[in-house]
């Protein structure tokens, strides 16, 4: 998920969505609460599974003992390899890493794209050190638009697609079968099922820096609005969930 880019969609865009390929002020703040939820562990070994373009691993990098970038798409890592040289081009339901390899993870709008949730996260958990740490952005079902776009009639339609996400699953998944999207309650089932324990767990809204681009105003109104709606239950509403979770 991008909402922060005015980039033309890429023929990747339903299957994988799409990776940050500017930096802005919505990049910035997400990377802002990985500093302020890990426990020193951004300094040391780091795996950013589904680096993308590698927009925040190149950023991770400058403070981790070791930046580790990992995607499934290799056109991807041809731009990420720009700024970092630390990379593998792999599923993320097949880690090619040792147990307790890395001190932290991070896991920016991905899950929700693999084959396999349960086993991306279980993998994600093996190769996590007791005590690491693994921050996991995704899509909440609360907000009110599906921002993958949708199929109809087998074509796909790239766009923010209003209350899709609200319909029963049976059409909810008609609409979106290429992407998941998470309630508070699903996500604390899948992590439940792995030696991990939840730190830290909110709901935000977006950075909207491509309404600021074009009309600055209206968009910082927009911006500060919503997220000062993350203080109160509204953040429910949210465009994305954000977990901290801690390998026992």
Request: some cysteine.
């Given at each position: 998920m991008n909402d922060n880019t005015n980039t033309p969609h890429s023929d990747k865009a339903?299957?994988?969505?799409?990776?940050?390929?500017?930096?802005?002020a919505g990049q910035q703040r997400r990377l802002d609460m990985l500093r302020q939820w890990s426990n020193g562990q951004l300094r040391g070994a780091v795996l950013e599974d589904g680096c993308g373009v590698g927009q925040y691993l190149e950023r991770l990098s400058k403070e981790a003992?070791?930046?580790?970038?990992?995607?499934?798409?290799?056109?991807?890592?041809?731009?990420?390899?720009?700024?970092?040289?630390?990379?593998?081009?792999?599923a993320g339901e097949y880690l090619p890493f040792?147990?307790?390899?890395?001190?932290?993870?991070?896991?920016?709008?991905?899950?929700?794209?693999?084959a396999d949730d349960h086993e991306a996260v279980a993998?994600?958990?093996?190769?996590?050190?007791?005590?690491?740490?693994?921050?996991?952005?995704?899509?909440?079902?609360?907000?009110?638009?599906?921002?993958?776009?949708?199929?109809?009639?087998?074509?796909?339609?790239?766009g923010n697609k209003l209350f899709v996400n609200y319909l029963p699953d049976f059409w909810r998944d008609k609409l979106a079968p290429h992407v998941r999207v998470y309630t508070t309650r699903k996500l604390r089932a899948l992590f439940e099922c792995q030696p991990l324990r939840a730190v830290?767990?909110?709901?935000?809204?977006?950075?909207?820096?491509?309404?600021?681009?074009?009309?600055?105003?209206?968009?910082?109104?927009?911006r500060a609005v919503l997220q000062f709606l993350e203080k109160t239950p509204l953040r429910a509403l949210g465009l994305s969930q954000f977990w901290v979770l801690e390998k026992g």
């Amino acid at each position: 998920m991008n909402d922060n880019t005015n980039t033309p969609h890429s023929d990747k865009a339903a299957q994988r969505g799409e990776p940050s390929y500017v930096w802005r002020a919505g990049q910035q703040r997400r990377l802002d609460m990985l500093r302020q939820w890990s426990n020193g562990q951004l300094r040391g070994a780091v795996l950013e599974d589904g680096c993308g373009v590698g927009q925040y691993l190149e950023r991770l990098s400058k403070e981790a003992e070791l930046a580790v970038g990992m995607d499934i798409e290799f056109e991807r890592l041809l731009e990420a390899k720009q700024k970092n040289p630390n990379l593998v081009c792999g599923a993320g339901e097949y880690l090619p890493f040792e147990r307790g390899r890395f001190d932290a993870i991070l896991s920016n709008e991905v899950i929700e794209h693999v084959a396999d949730d349960h086993e991306a996260v279980a993998e994600m958990a093996r190769v996590l050190r007791v005590g690491g740490r693994m921050f996991v952005f995704c899509p909440n079902r609360g907000y009110p638009f599906e921002t993958h776009g949708v199929y109809r009639k087998g074509q796909y339609h790239f766009g923010n697609k209003l209350f899709v996400n609200y319909l029963p699953d049976f059409w909810r998944d008609k609409l979106a079968p290429h992407v998941r999207v998470y309630t508070t309650r699903k996500l604390r089932a899948l992590f439940e099922c792995q030696p991990l324990r939840a730190v830290y767990h909110t709901v935000i809204f977006g950075g909207y820096d491509n309404i600021i681009q074009r009309r600055p105003a209206l968009g910082k109104f927009l911006r500060a609005v919503l997220q000062f709606l993350e203080k109160t239950p509204l953040r429910a509403l949210g465009l994305s969930q954000f977990w901290v979770l801690e390998k026992g």
